[in-house]
């Protein structure tokens, strides 16, 4: 039902910009419901970023006005622009997709295809 394959994930110091891309295959992401997810270490995964088929975007509190989700339908892509990093953003970042749905629920449970992740590490 879909493949999905991040990159774009590094170290980078606090204040600095990272631009994460999903690579989706064998589905498209233009009537889908995407997110962006990150989990830390002891910490449990939490949502970042969602967007829906008329791209409208819900973000965490902890992200707004600092991160911007996208999609690329002709390349079938997502992405995350990270700006104004912290050290608290640190974490493994996972991209998702419900295929079946045009709206986007905020909750992991939600969605059913995952990649495997790419690591975002914030210096101070």
């Known amino acids: 039902q879909g493949q999905l394959v991040e990159s774009g994930g590094g170290s980078v110091q606090a204040g600095g910009s990272l631009r994460l891309s999903c690579a989706v295959s064998?589905?498209?992401?233009?009537?889908?419901?995407m997110a962006w997810f990150r989990q830390a270490p002891g910490k449990e995964r939490e949502g970042v970023a969602f967007?829906?088929?008329?791209?409208?975007?819900t973000y965490a509190d902890s992200v707004k006005g600092r991160f911007t989700i996208s999609k690329d339908n002709a390349k079938n892509t997502l992405h995350l622009q990270m700006d104004s990093l912290k050290p608290e953003d640190t974490a493994m970042y996972y991209c998702?997709?419900?295929?079946?749905?045009?709206?986007?629920?905020?909750?992991?449970?939600?969605?059913?295809?995952w990649g495997q992740g790419t690591q975002v590490t914030v210096s101070s």
């Open positions: 998702a997709a419900n295929f079946f749905r045009t709206r986007c629920a905020t909750i992991s449970g939600y969605f059913g295809v």
């Open positions: 064998e589905s498209t992401v233009r009537w889908s419901c």
């Open positions: 967007i829906d088929s008329d791209d409208m975007t």
